[in-house]
């Protein structure tokens, strides 16, 4: 009995005013790679960079990743192309399917140092920038699996199994595990890890984008192993599951390694990125942080002007001081004078008493003499 399951849509192309055919598949790679941007281009700035250098280097990236991914996948199922009663042209409809996230990964780095090295900016401080909107994109792109009813799992009586109603290319209907949702769930637990531990532990050097790396093969391990579509085996495991596992350590060990080498983040990701309000094409900077700088402008002006107030009411303060001192010594001196002037003044005064009295004196002797000289006459 059947009680629930995710349905299939009936076809994965559809017709745009019965002329424009928009394909499942690529439109939901075109979104991934939109999120991807603008995701990465927040992430940039909040690390200094100018805006519009993550969507510059993705020019170069996004289409080296998506032959790289093609490429991937045509040769490791070369079968699908190239055996007999195959038409080998099919081999470049990419909108039919069919992509190699490490061939993408790989041809995108490439890329990516090409654009890298036109704007003057580190592929590794990019790609920490850009890495949980890659996972994202991935969590996005899966998502045209279902379309196209591919790379789904074993068959399972869940709840939420994917119903496969197509015949193409010997699929079989029935209820299987929905790989693709299961992988697209992994990678938005992905980017929201790296996301966390970006901030926590400020990831720099690459190591986020490692950290990504890492995140999703181990994902991509269990997941592989449940699919049941057609791929090459080595010692009883598909391909892509030994890919993720030498991948996975690859990526452990740059992690080790870079943190040793080079501990922290990166101070400055895009030289010269604060030196002026426009980036090398114009683009305008982010306004807020023009605003900043204006308000910070302001601040300085009035730090000035504040700085310039106090120095001129010490100035004054010490005029005035100057001239109350100056006033003290003024009358300092005048009262040191009147107190000489005065001191002088009872000097000449004391002397001429004292003459006064001198003479008094010798006017009383000489008196007192004349009469005693007339008594001794009478006598």
């Known amino acids: 009995m059947e009680i629930a399951y995710i349905p299939s849509p009936s076809r994965g192309v559809y017709e745009l005013f ?11 790679i075109i979104i991934g790679v939109f999120v991807a941007v603008w995701l990465g281009n927040k992430r940039w700035i909040a690390r200094g960079g100018r805006p519009g250098t993550v969507a510059d280097v993705a020019v170069w990236a996004v289409p080296f990743g998506l032959v790289g991914g093609r490429l991937y996948h045509v040769i490791t199922d070369y079968q699908l192309y190239f055996s007999e009663g195959q038409d080998w042209v099919d081999a470049f409809k990419i909108w039919e399917g069919g992509l190699g996230i490490w061939g993408a990964i790989a041809f995108g780095a490439v890329g990516a140092w090409i654009g890298c090295r036109s704007r003057g900016v580190p592929l590794p401080a990019w790609a920490d920038a850009l890495a949980p909107g890659i996972a994202l994109a991935q969590a996005i792109g899966r998502w045209g699996n279902w379309f196209n009813q591919e790379l789904y ?4 009586d869940l709840p939420w199994a994917l119903h496969i109603t197509s015949t193409t290319d010997g699929r079989v209907p029935g209820y299987y595990h929905p790989t693709f949702l299961y992988e697209s769930l992994w990678c938005i ?46 010692l009883g495991m598909r391909l892509n599951e030994w890919t993720s596992i030498v991948v996975f350590l690859l990526a452990v060990l740059y992690i080790v390694l870079s943190a040793r080498r080079r501990p922290g983040r990166e101070e400055v990701v895009e030289p010269g990125a604060s030196d ?46 100057g001239a109350k001192t100056s006033e003290a ?21 004391g002397s001429g008493s004292a003459e006064s009295e001198t003479a008094d004196s010798s006017s009383s002797v000489e008196a007192k003499d004349e009469e005693a000289e007339s008594a001794a006459k009478k006598a």
């Open 18 to 28: 019965g002329v424009i055919p928009l394909r499942g598949y690529a439109f939901c």
């Open 189 to 234: 637990g992905v980017a929201v890890l790296v996301i966390w531990a970006d901030r926590r532990f400020k990831l720099g050097h690459g190591r986020a984008f490692a950290l990504y790396v890492a995140a999703y093969c181990a994902g991509r391990f269990w997941i592989e192993a449940m699919r049941v579509d057609e791929a090459h085996h080595f």
């Open 153 to 156: 799992g074993r068959e399972t």
């Open 276 to 321: 002026g309000d426009t980036d090398d094409d114009g683009a305008a900077v982010k306004l807020d942080k023009k605003s900043e700088d204006e308000d910070s402008e302001t601040k300085d002006s009035e730090d000035k002007k504040s700085d310039a107030e106090k120095s001129e009411a010490k100035t004054s303060e010490a005029k005035t001081s």
């Open 329 to 349: 010594k003024t009358s300092e001196a005048a009262k040191s004078e009147d107190e000489k002037e005065t001191a002088a003044a009872d000097s000449e005064s």
